[in-house]
């Protein structure tokens, strides 16, 4: 197998983070635009969009930073090298300050050949040696830029790309499966212990005294 090496910035249109200003309001119960952030970015390479946090309707500036089908979102702060493939369902979700859009050029990269090539743990060691350490660690614009991918051709790259999405759909189900099992799990724990779990039964009212089972006496009669 042919391989050529390029840079990140060669292949891909890699844009800066918002303003964290942008994100003050960001919160599950409001009625907004969705906002993918680090905590939503895990090691499936893709993201919940029923799990994402919104900013209110009313924030202005966002457009800029919109992502639509195809685009990564990397982590740049804190937790840097995380990366996850945007797809139908996030399509129109805005991107937090912690992090940096890429958008491939899908004439020249396959967008599931490069989540899967940046999420590699070798790939991902030598980001970190990019990192700039100041409070917490960093990565700027201009350092992802100049990470060298590895591209074959495009044939092989769809090959791959099948092969891995294959396996990243059968990782989720397992997940799907291990999460059932961990809450039917701890319910039949719950059950097995019954009421002497702490925490089981539904608290008193606060003030309430509570019932005693107070024992009954015989009733006498005044004619005896």
Same mark, same amino acid.
Request: aromatic share 4%; net charge positive.
């Given at each position: 197998?042919?391989?050529?090496?390029?840079?990140?910035?060669?292949l891909c249109a890699v844009t800066a983070s918002?303003?964290?200003?942008?994100?003050?309001?960001? =919160?599950? !119960?409001?009625?907004?635009?969705?906002v993918v952030t680090p905590a939503d970015i895990? +090691? *499936?390479? &893709?993201? @919940? %969009?029923?799990?994402?946090?919104?900013?209110?309707?009313?924030?202005?500036?966002?457009?800029?930073?919109?992502?639509?089908?195809?685009?990564?979102?990397?982590?740049?702060?804190?937790?840097?090298?995380?990366?996850?493939?945007?797809?139908? =369902?996030? !399509?129109?979700?805005?991107?937090?300050?912690?992090?940096?859009?890429?958008?491939? +050029? *899908?004439? &020249?990269? @396959? %967008?599931?050949?490069?989540?899967?090539?940046?999420?590699?743990?070798?790939?991902?060691?030598?980001?970190?040696?990019?990192?700039?350490?100041?409070?917490?660690?960093?990565?700027?614009?201009?350092?992802?830029?100049?990470?060298?991918?590895?591209?074959? !051709?495009?044939?092989?790259?769809?090959?791959?790309?099948?092969?891995?999405?294959?396996?990243?759909?059968?990782? @989720?189900?397992?997940?799907?499966?291990?999460?059932?099992?961990?809450?039917?799990?701890?319910?039949?724990f719950t059950q097995m212990l019954g009421d002497?779990?702490?925490?089981?039964?539904?608290?008193?009212?606060?003030?309430?005294?509570?019932?005693?089972?107070?024992?009954?006496?015989?009733?006498?009669?005044?004619?005896?």
């Amino acid at each position: 197998m042919s391989l050529h090496s390029v840079t990140l910035g060669d292949l891909c249109a890699v844009t800066a983070s918002p303003s964290s200003d942008l994100f003050t309001e960001l =919160a599950y !119960d409001v009625d907004g635009t969705p906002v993918v952030t680090p905590a939503d970015i895990g +090691d *499936s390479q &893709r993201i @919940d %969009p029923e799990a994402l946090r919104q900013v209110p309707a009313t924030i202005t500036g966002l457009k800029r930073f919109r992502l639509r089908s195809g685009d990564l979102v990397i982590v740049r702060l804190g937790g840097v090298g995380r990366v996850a493939l945007v797809d139908e =369902a996030t !399509d129109g979700c805005v991107y937090h300050s912690s992090c940096i859009r890429i958008r491939p +050029d *899908s004439k &020249r990269v @396959d %967008p599931v050949y490069l989540a899967a090539y940046l999420a590699h743990p070798p790939v991902v060691a030598e980001l970190l040696s990019y990192v700039q350490m100041v409070t917490v660690p960093v990565l700027t614009t201009q350092s992802l830029e100049r990470l060298p991918i590895l591209l074959p !051709d495009a044939r092989r790259q769809r090959i791959m790309a099948e092969a891995l999405g294959e396996v990243g759909l059968q990782m @989720d189900l397992q997940r799907r499966i291990l999460a059932r099992l961990s809450a039917v799990r701890q319910g039949l724990f719950t059950q097995m212990l019954g009421d002497g779990l702490p925490g089981a039964t539904v608290s008193r009212a606060k003030g309430a005294v509570p019932e005693r089972n107070v024992p009954r006496t015989r009733r006498t009669s005044r004619m005896s």
